[in-house]
Structures are given as C-alpha cells and as structure tokens.
C-alpha cells in the first residue's frame, strides 16, 4: 500500500539586514587630542594613523566618525567611552545615529 503525503510548502521567511548606525564624537575645548586617539585605538580599535585623522576631523570639523556598527555594538562602544572618559574627568560627546 502506498501513501502519498502532501505537504504545504513553507512560508518564505524574509531576513532584514540589520541597520547600520554610526559613531559620532563631538569636539570640545577640554577632552585631549592624546585621549580621543586613545579612544579610538583602545574602545574602536582603529590603526594609530587612522585614529589620528579621525581626531583631526573632530579637531577641525567639530565631529567625526568614530565607525559604523550594529546598533549593540555602537551603543556599547559609546557607552565605553564616555566611561572612560568620565573617569578622566572630559565632557567628551559621542552619539549613536543611523548611516
């Protein structure tokens, strides 16, 4: 005896990309250029001669990025900063924005 089963077939399951989110910092008169390059090494993980041009663009611009990550990955890294630079005693501004 033979059994046929019918199956219905799947509903397609539509995956989203995570959106992405970038890492501004703010310049200040008081936070060091040594701290945010310092920052950008240690919490961003950039090249010295990437963290430098970085913090040049804060420099001169007023702001730059610090990087694009998921939105977890970006809140965190912010997080640790500001951390980091609360307990140096900078008023150091970074924000998370969508790219």
């Known amino acids: 005896m033979e059994t046929n089963i019918v ?5 397609k399951v539509n995956v989203k990309k995570p959106k992405n989110y970038k890492v501004v910092m703010y310049n200040d008169d008081y936070t060091t ?7 950008l090494v ?3 993980n ?4 990437d ?14 990025i610090a990087g694009i990550y998921s939105y977890d ?8 900063a500001m951390s980091m ?3 140096k005693g900078f008023p150091f501004k970074l924000t998370v924005e969508e790219a």
């Open 7 to 11: 199956t219905k077939p799947k509903n």
């Open 33 to 39: 250029m040594e701290f945010v390059i310092n920052i």
């Open 42 to 44: 240690v919490v961003f």
């Open 51 to 64: 963290a430098e041009k970085i913090m040049l663009d804060v420099h001169e611009r007023g702001k730059g």
């Open 85 to 87: 630079a609360k307990e």
């Open 73 to 80: 990955i970006a809140a965190t890294k912010v997080s640790t």
């Open 46 to 49: 950039k090249k010295l001669i």
